[in-house]
């Protein structure tokens, strides 16, 4: 739909500036200024608790505009925040708990070596150095199944951390997500909302534009496409109406690479072309130059 208008606009343009040329104007192309607009929408909902701008204000790129209520937010993350902290104070220290058992098959080796000394000068027998075996083994089982059971509920609790820790990062991305910050440095063009009001996910909130970089978009024929290439300085004359004007460079900055039938109400330099193609002209606005206004290309310095 906006396309359209554009052509509509392109086409009136057009006509306006083709009279012009009756009095022996000339220029090879004409259209109208346009520049980048973009629409911030809210990420988040809530209450609008602040939202301080105006239209026609000039915003830095990244500054911060206003923000969404975000106590709720807020809580929830303390919230899980404490849920961590006492996930974790049920992590088993396994050095501490297999302590009693290492010194005990520590024990049972030393019973072992006096064993074995004694069995050597025959003040033992054998059966006494193969029970104390047996309970070294039976020690040594047991110290690896109490190991492998505090290691698999250490990490149990790791992977309970790990999720509470992802959903409070998730929470910090929607608490960021608050904030409404301007995306480029620009000015408004329009204003959506006001503070107080409920702002959901998606409503749009203010227009901003780069208005000190515009572009002036008109259309060729196939035919003047061999006079002009991208990066291509040319003259651009601003039409403030009447007999107001004022001349520009400008750099040719896009070419359509797709030709489209000649709009409806488009006059070009060859009225029996049926095909054009879309072209834009980067433009430094001075402050004069105004969106919609209309503007003639001469290719020739």
């Not at 807020?74 to 104070?89: E, H």
């Not at 901003?208 to 061999?226: E, G, K, N, P, V």
């Not at 290439?229 to 403030?240: E, L, M, N, R």
């Not at 690479?257 to 879309?278: C, H, M, W």
């Amino acid at each position: 739909m906006k396309a359209n208008k554009s052509i509509i606009i392109a086409g009136v343009c057009l006509l306006t500036i083709s009279g012009c040329n009756r009095n022996n104007h000339k220029y090879d192309a004409a259209g109208i200024f346009e520049a980048t607009e973009i629409i911030v929408s809210a990420e988040a909902n809530g209450k609008l608790m602040q939202f301080d701008i105006s239209e026609g204000e000039k915003l830095k790129a990244n500054e911060l505009v206003g923000y969404i209520d975000t106590v709720q937010l807020w809580l929830k993350i303390l919230q899980l925040q404490a849920n961590d902290k006492s996930v974790n104070n049920k992590r088993a220290d396994i050095s501490k708990q297999i302590a009693a058992t290492q010194e005990q098959i520590a024990t049972q080796k030393r019973e072992k070596n006096r064993c074995e000394n004694l069995l050597k000068s025959n003040a033992a027998n054998q059966k006494q150095l193969d029970d104390i075996n047996s309970q070294i083994t039976v020690l040594e089982k047991q110290l690896a199944a109490q190991i492998s059971t505090l290691e698999n509920t250490n990490n149990s609790i790791n992977n309970e951390s790990s999720a509470i820790t992802i959903q409070i990062a998730q929470l910090k991305d929607q608490l960021t997500k608050c904030h409404i910050f301007s995306p480029i440095e620009g000015t408004v063009l329009a204003k959506y909302a006001e503070p107080g009001e409920l702002a959901t996910t998606g409503r749009a909130l203010f227009k901003i534009a780069d208005i000190d970089h515009l572009f002036l978009r008109a259309y060729l024929t196939s035919d003047q496409l061999s006079s002009i290439k991208i990066g291509q300085q040319v003259t651009v004359t601003a039409d403030f109406g009447g007999k107001q004007q004022h001349n520009y460079q400008g750099i040719v900055s896009w070419i359509s690479s797709k030709a489209e039938f000649t709009p409806k109400g488009i006059q070009t330099q060859d009225e029996r072309a049926n095909l054009v193609y879309a072209v834009k002209i980067a433009v430094k606005n001075d402050g004069y130059i105004k969106i919609g206004m209309y503007g003639e290309i001469s290719f020739s310095k």
